[in-house]
């Protein structure tokens, strides 16, 4: 079945340090990718998605690439602050069909401190 | 725009109840999506409502359901409650699907559930 491999964490930076979470992806068709977030307490906030192959996501410095011949889409960000502390789910969606779902990775617990 | 809401946010049960959840959808989002995380299994995909029917089902036993009514809002319900379905309960609201189109999720707050 279609699935998604995140890097386990928990991740623990210092401020302004580089981020990369990797996220590979096995799927039966040509999925749609998504990074979400979730702060405490909260649900989930869609960060960036791609839809096709090369795309590239982006939003408050993050960063993600489609990457179809390694099935990868792995979340960058040159410079993180303590506001990102957060858990962030790679995810996908399948086009087509009724697959009207999200399929998601365990999660990645990211703590930046100052 | 007002956002996903769930109610509500926090819930005690006791083994062999059953519960009912709502959620209410963005304005003129038509389909809503219900998923369970915990910490072992992670985010799972229960079903997905558009226009009152059920489009798609994950692989939960018998003992999850859900509707959705004529205004859009949905309800999932779990009965025969076990110890394994305490978790986070997301709600997530999107325009309709169709074809190959996927529009994104907006995800309510949850419903955290305790059972024991």
């Known amino acids: 079945g279609d699935s998604v491999t995140q890097m386990e964490g928990p991740v623990t930076l210092s401020e302004e340090a580089f981020l990369t979470i990797n996220c590979t992806y096995t799927a039966t068709g040509y999925p749609s990718l998504f990074w979400y977030v979730q702060y405490p307490g ?3 906030q869609l960060l960036l998605k791609a839809t096709k192959a090369d795309d590239k996501g982006s939003n408050k410095g993050f960063e993600a690439t489609y990457r179809k011949e390694t ?14 502390s957060a858990v962030y789910f790679c995810a ?23 | 725009k007002a956002g996903v809401t769930q109610t509500p946010r926090y819930l005690i049960k006791t083994r062999g109840q059953q519960v009912t959840l709502s959620c209410s959808p963005i304005s003129g989002h038509r389909s809503v999506s219900w998923y369970q995380q915990t910490p ?3 985010l799972q995909f229960l079903f997905e409502y558009f226009s009152e029917t059920q489009r798609n089902k994950g692989n939960f036993p ?6 959705q009514f004529s205004n859009s809002r949905s309800e999932m319900n779990v009965s025969t409650l076990e110890l394994g379905d ?23 707050p949850g419903t955290r559930l305790t059972v024991t």
């Open chain 2, 86 to 108: 305490s978790a986070l309960y997301l709600c997530a609201s999107s325009l309709p699907g169709q074809g190959t189109f996927f529009y994104e999720q907006y995800f309510g």
């Open chain 2, 62 to 67: 018998g003992r999850f359901s859900g509707r």
């Open chain 2, 40 to 42: 072992g299994q992670g």
């Open chain 1, 71 to 84: 099935t990868s889409f792995h979340l960058e960000k040159g410079s993180v602050q303590v506001s990102d």
């Open chain 1, 92 to 114: 996908l969606s399948l086009l087509g069909g009724s697959n009207y779902k999200l399929t998601f990775g365990k999660g990645t617990l990211l703590t930046v401190n100052p």
């Open chain 1, 42 to 44: 909260e649900g989930l």
